[in-house]
């Protein structure tokens, strides 16, 4: 079983859909979350960060982590054409005492005008 | 106010070559992690480095590839005699304090192709 398992897509959606990302992880261990978002041929970019359960929202973007569950999620609402991107969860123990992340593969979405 | 800059954006290399991907932190930005994405694959850790100090190399290939970062000057990842699974973005990513739970912010990396 991989460490993070992220459905890679793509996700096609039409402008203006509520868009829905998820990631699941095996490492108890894992505190902080993370959702980067990377255009193609670009380096990722932090988009949310959180280290609670619960929810986190920023403009149109929604993280939720159930760490009950192992399951994290990023919504995006009323989702536009630049949001098509590749959407990469990631995490990170405090055990390290640094911060490498742990990535999923990524999911890919489409954002159709 | 620049981010993390990688060059170069491009490299290509033959079979048997040198590749030197070089990164420059964000300024007040100490501390620098390199990581690859494979084709398919997610972003792996490779290492992270302070300056003139290796950390965590625990995601480097035990023979060819090294890493550094000098006092002075941008961090650079060494792959000596490239080969064709070498092929891949390598990204480079820098933090100010090197703490559990900082924020990572990554260059736009180097597209390493091995022919």
């Not at chain 1, 932090?46 to 982590?65: C, H, I, P, W």
Request: aromatic share 12%; charged share 20%.
């Amino acid at each position: 079983q991989k460490e993070v398992e992220q459905d890679p897509g793509p996700l096609s959606v039409p402008e203006g859909a509520i868009v829905s990302l998820n990631c699941t992880y095996s490492n108890s261990a894992f505190q902080y979350f993370m959702w980067y978002r990377q255009y193609s041929r670009k380096g990722p970019e932090l988009l949310m960060y959180t280290y609670s359960s619960g929810n986190k929202e920023d403009g149109r973007f929604t993280a939720q982590v159930d760490k009950s569950s192992k399951y994290i999620s990023l919504f995006i609402r009323d989702s536009q054409p630049s949001d098509s991107a590749t959407y990469l969860c990631a995490m990170s123990s405090m055990n390290s005492g640094y911060s490498t992340l742990t990535f999923g593969k990524g999911t890919m979405l489409l954002v159709s005008p | 106010n620049a981010g993390v800059m990688q060059n170069p954006r491009h490299l290509v290399r033959r079979r048997g070559q040198e590749a030197r991907l070089r990164c420059s932190p964000m300024k007040g930005h100490s501390h620098v992690y390199w990581y690859r994405q494979l084709p398919e694959e997610g972003l792996k850790f490779m290492v992270y480095l302070q300056k003139e100090n290796i950390i965590d190399e625990s995601g480097m290939p035990k023979e060819r590839f090294s890493a550094e970062f000098p006092k002075e000057g941008p961090s650079i990842l060494r792959i000596q005699q490239v080969v064709r699974g070498d092929s891949a973005a390598y990204f480079c990513a820098s933090s100010p304090g090197g703490i559990t739970n900082e924020k990572l912010f990554f260059g736009s990396g180097t597209q390493l192709s091995v022919l």
